[in-house]
């Protein structure tokens, strides 16, 4: 059965498998950013990547529908912290302090992927102090 916890964790990483399908569709330009790549010339190096991310992804799903202890703590890190950095890291991109890594769409959306990704991390933490890992927060 999975639970609440689970359930958040699962639709996050769903929702963001999609968005990158989706960003790859209507920019891959920022796809070639983020691997040091020249823009458009290299459409099969996106989609190894976009295959990397998600064997990744669909890894860290099956550690969270079996409940792996190391699964738990490596997305709770990825979550509290990853996220913590994001959000002032778009923000600072936004007023151009830091280079941007893309468009301004993209530095808003991922400044909202951190602030959800730290909400779920949150949620993750008040869960395990009552329970343990992957306890229902």
Same mark, same amino acid.
């Given at each position: ?5 689970? $359930? ?10 999609? $968005?990158?399908?989706? =960003? %790859? /569709?209507? &920019? ?8 040091? *790549? ?7 190096? &996106? /989609?190894?990547?976009? @295959?990397? =991310?998600?064997?990744?992804?669909? #890894? ?20 509290? =912290?990853?996220?913590?950095?994001? =959000?002032?890291? $778009?923000? #600072?991109?936004?007023?151009?302090? /830091?280079?941007?890594? @893309? !468009? ?8 909202? /992927?951190? %602030?959800?990704?730290?909400?779920? @991390?949150? *949620?993750?933490?008040? @869960?395990?102090?009552?329970?343990? !890992?992957?306890?229902?927060?």
């Amino acid at each position: 059965m999975v639970n609440r916890t689970q $359930s958040l964790v699962l639709g996050f990483f769903g929702f963001a498998w999609i $968005s990158l399908i989706v =960003i %790859l /569709l209507v &920019d891959p330009a920022i796809y070639d950013e983020a691997m040091r *790549l020249p823009a458009g010339e290299h459409p099969l190096a &996106d /989609l190894v990547f976009l @295959g990397a =991310i998600s064997v990744l992804i669909a #890894l860290l799903s099956v550690g969270v529908l079996r409940r792996w202890r190391w699964t738990f703590w490596l997305v709770l890190a990825a979550f509290l =912290i990853g996220g913590a950095v994001r =959000i002032p890291a $778009s923000v #600072l991109e936004l007023v151009g302090i /830091l280079a941007p890594a @893309g !468009p301004p769409w993209y530095l808003v959306f991922q400044a909202l /992927l951190g %602030l959800v990704q730290v909400g779920i @991390g949150v *949620l993750m933490l008040s @869960g395990y102090r009552r329970a343990g !890992p992957w306890a229902v927060f």
